[in-house]
């Protein structure tokens, strides 16, 4: 019985190191302005992707006063393979292979937002929505394809992978719901997920995620319904 209980011990500290777990109703809190402070995210990419959707929540109050990163995803070729973030007085900038477009966004308030980014290769549209509504469909990187083995961070911007980070570029707020598909989720879909619904997330699913966090970093209920 005791050996029986060591290794359920084992297995369960093995199980929490690797931080794969069902974040469903929690988010991940950065609650200090640092250059340290950030969650590695483990994805399930086996080809390069020649499409992709990302969407998440996140809930801040810097969005008056400076830029902050959401979702940075970069490979040992490019730092910037996927970039969405938040610039002060222009709105969110979306990067695909370094190149970026940006998605006019209204004035910004402090309540949970949830955004989903789209792109695919074969035709360069790159769609960005922001709770529930789409921006003007925009042109990038046709033809690209985001590479593997990559280094997914939440709360920070890299600037080369799985590094290099600026303290004026972090996330101080909430971020969950973060999902992701090799795939662009049509507007039914994005409306499904908007809600609440599911729709099966095939690279980063919120509900099976594996992931490390670092530093200065909390799992807690999220706020938003």
Not at 92 to 98: K, L, N, S
Not at 165 to 176: E, H, K, R, S, Y
Not at 178 to 191: A, H, K, Q, R, T
């Given at each position: 019985?005791?050996?029986?209980?060591?290794?359920?011990?084992?297995?369960?500290?093995?199980?929490?190191?690797?931080?794969?777990?069902d974040?469903d109703?929690?988010?991940?809190?950065?609650?200090?302005?640092?250059?340290?402070?950030?969650?590695?995210?483990?994805?399930?990419?086996?080809?390069?992707?020649?499409a992709f959707?990302v969407?998440l929540?996140?809930y801040t109050e810097l969005?008056?006063?400076?830029?902050?990163s959401?979702f940075?995803?970069?490979?040992?070729?490019?730092?910037?393979d996927?970039?969405?973030?938040?610039?002060?007085?222009?709105g969110?900038?979306?990067?695909?292979?370094?190149p970026?477009?940006v998605?006019a966004a209204?004035?910004?308030?402090?309540?949970?937002?949830?955004?989903c980014?789209?792109?695919?290769?074969?035709?360069?549209?790159a769609?960005?929505?922001?709770?529930?509504?789409?921006?003007?469909?925009k042109?990038l990187?046709?033809?690209y394809?985001?590479?593997?083995?990559?280094?997914?961070?939440?709360?920070?911007?890299?600037?080369?992978?799985?590094?290099s980070?600026?303290?004026?570029?972090?996330?101080?707020?909430?971020?969950?719901d973060?999902?992701?598909?090799?795939?662009?989720?049509?507007?039914?879909?994005?409306?499904s997920v908007?809600?609440?619904?599911?729709?099966?997330?095939?690279?980063?699913?919120?509900?099976?995620?594996t992931?490390?966090?670092?530093?200065e970093?909390?799992?807690?209920?999220?706020l938003?319904?």
């Open positions: 019985m005791e050996k029986l209980l060591w290794c359920f011990l084992v297995l369960t500290s093995f199980c929490d190191a690797f931080g794969q777990t974040m109703k929690k988010a991940f809190v950065f609650p200090t302005e640092s250059d340290n402070s950030y969650v590695s995210l483990k994805a399930q990419v086996k080809k390069p992707l020649k959707t969407c929540h996140v969005s008056k006063t400076r830029g902050y959401i940075s995803y970069a490979t040992k070729k490019q730092a910037n996927i970039l969405i973030f938040w610039s002060k007085g222009r969110y900038t979306f990067g695909v292979g370094g970026e477009v998605f209204p004035e910004a308030t402090v309540a949970p937002v949830h955004i980014a789209s792109w695919e290769s074969a035709s360069g549209i769609e960005f929505w922001v709770d529930g509504k789409p921006r003007v469909r042109s990187q046709k033809g394809s985001v590479g593997t083995e990559a280094s997914i961070i939440l709360g920070q911007e890299q600037d080369s992978f799985g590094g980070f600026d303290a004026n570029q972090c996330l101080v707020g909430d971020i969950g973060v999902n992701m598909w090799d795939f662009v989720l049509s507007p039914g879909e994005i409306n908007y809600v609440g619904g599911t729709v099966s997330p095939n690279v980063l699913d919120w509900r099976k995620l992931y490390e966090a670092h530093g970093v909390f799992t807690k209920p999220q938003w319904p």
